[in-house]
């Protein structure tokens, strides 16, 4: 008997990163090309169970950041960034209904990512209430509320972003991995 154990690992492998491109625009309708993905300052991992790609993020710890490249021009931040302390997770996705220990293993290398970057601060942002509602459980310092526009030149009326201590974000990585895959289907603009 052979176990079909999640992985999530750092790829810049040309092909891997033009299917995940064309996967995360497939499941978020936001649009990315590998190009984009194969970037320094950057690290992108992917999520294989039983030889399928099944999800995977993009972790970024130096600026451009994609998030803060969705207000409008001139917006005021609520609170004052240290863009060197920063690291976002972007591009981020995930398949309905997978398993928990591919949602574990997706968290855990998300934070580990947090982790090795050497910041303090995770960036996170959405135009979506329900993600906003669920990712400021982990990232519960608000940075910005209002109109937006992502990188494919879509205007929302209401756009949230926001960071969290990456210290304090492991404190509650069990939670994240323990809840259910179909209630948090939808990614933030970027």
């Given at each position: 008997m052979s176990l079909d154990l999640p992985t999530c690992v750092r790829t810049t492998d040309p092909t891997i990163l033009a299917a995940y491109a064309q996967r995360y625009t497939e499941i978020s309708g936001h649009?990315?090309?590998?190009?984009?993905?194969?970037?320094?300052?950057?690290?992108?991992?992917?999520?294989y169970q039983g030889g399928r790609m099944i999800g995977g993020f993009v972790s970024r710890w130096e600026a451009p950041y994609r998030y803060l490249a969705i207000p409008p021009q001139g917006a005021t931040l609520l609170t004052e960034l240290d863009l060197d302390d920063l690291v976002e997770s972007t591009h981020n996705w995930l398949e309905r209904d997978i398993s928990t220990a591919a949602r574990?293993?997706?968290?855990?290398?998300?934070?580990?990512?947090?982790?090795?970057?050497?910041?303090?601060?995770?960036?996170?942002?959405t135009s979506e209430p329900r993600i906003r509602d669920l990712h400021m459980r982990y990232f519960p310092e608000l940075i910005y509320n209002g109109p937006g526009q992502d990188v494919d030149g879509k205007i929302y009326p209401d756009t949230w972003?926001?960071?969290?201590?990456i210290s304090q974000m492991?404190?509650?990585l069990p939670e994240m991995m323990l809840r259910?895959?179909?209630?948090?289907r939808s990614t933030p603009p970027g």
């Open positions: 649009t990315t090309t590998a190009q984009d993905l194969d970037r320094s300052g950057q690290a992108v991992r992917v999520l574990a293993m997706y968290y855990a290398a998300m934070g580990w990512e947090g982790l090795r970057s050497g910041k303090r601060y995770a960036l996170g942002g972003l926001y960071r969290g201590r492991f404190l509650k259910r895959s179909s209630r948090i």
